[in-house]
């Protein structure tokens, strides 16, 4: 095969985000295997040394700088990368299934009418095909799709499905792309970064989290999941469904949109794993998941998995550790 | 101020026991419970509060079987006014921009200034039909959103990022923008405010009044050449703790003292 790899850089705040070296990783093993170029595209202002720093793993960087590139901004990337898949008609465009992937490449796919796959987690290519691994039905079910023939494929990759590695034994040449006339915009406008308010407690800095999930049924139930958490001195964290009824603020959420965590002791109660969770606590020390589903997907990275009531086994440990 | 919500009839995944057939083509749907999906009915509840606040209408739209028609009542009676059923027909084996293409034929002449979708399905997840239609549109679009002000003809639109942040934009309307769950508390609807949105006719309409042709949807029209599904093995990290509950709890004990759990 012949042709090249594009892969989007993605930054925020003056750093390069972890997905970019991830794209970067799964890109080059791809493009040893069959043969393609790997060629990162910056897009940003004034930050031309984020872009120097892909060229460790990159045969090409492409650099556009506009000063409506600083901050991501649906509009323009659209256009810029409109530009420049028309422009070099890589084989495989790829971006992050990330909040700043996801606003894009829906709307890229329609517009250059391209066959897209999002939230890939392996990529392979046979008879130059693209095919592709999803996790779909909550992460309880593994679909491999094989994609129809095509010259150019889209995709977006999910988070922490490769090692990011900023050292990938290359050293590509930069090359300034122009700007396009940012004509045919839409009006949306980049206003501000909301960081997270004002926290009551700092998950992230405890030493052992008693974390619930959409198990926990009903906000009166809390008041039990608090009493086992202070029963062994733990901090009560929460996972995305229990944030989202607001019975515990967001401060408390664990995951990709929340917070990451690494307690020594994380025990999960009632939570079946999605990936956007397991994300923010894979690399806890020790993990116990209790569920009464033993396919959750929170068992395959647990060390200690109870397939049982969560309310049950938090009764006995509350006993357990209340009497002493 | 008009809205258009789609929605769309999904499988309970959380807590379903899931089966892939022989081949590893289906999955088996027989014994799974169906509902609106998670994602759309925070669209609903949005699009709802929006009517309320400002006025205007608000219509429901899904592309599916008869049996979807329950996710259109669900729409109706949490306050929508209007409901329109895409006959699946057609459409089996589309993939997401052969439903934006079917979507988008609907919308296409419908007055509204704001297009909402869910920003995900609980099924397949691709989570792309909504800016599919926002492209087809031609429409100022937001995704992932967790937060909607509107003055002035002008919305600002909280989107989600990682790691606690957000992200505020402003668009003109019309717009399109795909709902992140969280955004609000969709309303409880009683069995009986679902029988009273019995009342109210459902449009029909379907790929060949839409003018649509097998090259646009349905496998002819999908990028996806072929599926193979399986079950990933389970438990396959976890040691998992047997017996009796007070014999579990006994051990999880030991593990929660070893690792430093005290009062």
Redesign the interface.
Known sequence: MTGEILVLAEQ?GGEL?DITFEMLTSANKLGNEHGLAVTGLFLGHGSSDLARKLTHACDTVLVMEDPELAN????HYLIAMDQVIKDRKPFLTMVGN???G??IV??L???LSL?????CVEVSIAEG?LEIL???????????????P?DQYLISLRTGSFDAEAEQGKSGSLETVPTPSWTKL???????????ALEDVDIGSA??LVSIG?GIGKPENILLAQEFA?????TLSCS??V????WLP??R?VG?????VRP??Y?ALGI?GAYQHQAGMKNS??I??VN??????I??????????DMF??MQ??TE???E? | MDIVVCVKQAPEVIDAELEVNKEGKEIITDDLEFDINEWDSYAVEEAVRLKEAFGGRVTAITVGNEDSEDVLRQALAMGADEAIRVDEEGFDLSDAQGIAKGIFQVVKDLSFDLLFTGAQSSDYGWGQVGLMLAELLDLPYASLVVGIEIADNKLVALRELESNTQEKVELPLPAVLTIQTGLNSPRYVSIMGIQKARKIGIKETGPDELGLTEEEIGPKGSAVDSQLLSIPPAGEGAEILTGAVEEISEKAAQIIREKGGVL
Request: net charge positive; aromatic share 6%.
């Open positions: 925020r985000r991501y901004n649906a509009d990330t909040s700043m996801m606003d829906p709307a796919a329609a517009r066959p897209l796959a999002t939230d095909r999803r996790q779909i039905y909550g992460g309880k079910i593994n679909a491999k799709l094989t994609m129809k095509s839409r009006g949306r406008k980049f206003l501000t970064y909301l960081e997270a030493d052992i959409r202070d029963s062994i001195g733990a995305r469904p944030a989202d009824e607001q967001k401060s959420q990709t949109s929340g917070k990451t020594r002791l025990i079946s020390d020790t116990i998941a009464t589903d033993p396919k959750a997907p068992f395959n990275i647990a060390h200690y998995g109870i397939v049982a049950e086994v006995k440990l357990k550790f209340v002493k």
